[in-house]
């Protein structure tokens, strides 16, 4: 199920990286505002992370981001299954 569906929607804005330049990444948001991601330790040591990261970059993509901590979603624009059968009820 979309997040569409949910109140979690509200803390949920979607972003374009702009820059992916080690140990920083900028990700405009839909009203032009340019933003700092929050990472982590486990991402600023994964070369994969950044390696994708500069990939999503090019590819001009839009993507989740947290609104008050401003981190990148894992689970993208999707409830986790467990939410799905909770609505289901």
């Known amino acids: 199920m979309l997040l569409d569906n949910n109140l979690r929607i509200k803390n949920i804005m979607p972003v374009q990286i702009v820059k992916v330049l080690y140990p920083q990444i900028t990700v405009r948001s839909e009203a ?3 933003l700092i991601v929050n990472i982590s330790e486990q991402q600023l040591a994964d070369p994969l992370f950044w390696a ?3 990939d999503i970059a090019h590819a001009k993509l839009w993507v989740p981001l947290g609104r008050t901590y401003h ?3 894992a689970d993208d624009w999707v409830l986790p299954q467990k939410d799905e059968l909770a609505l289901l009820k």
Do not use: H
């Open 32 to 34: 032009g505002e340019y």
């Open 71 to 73: 981190q990148l979603l």
């Open 52 to 54: 994708t990261a500069k």
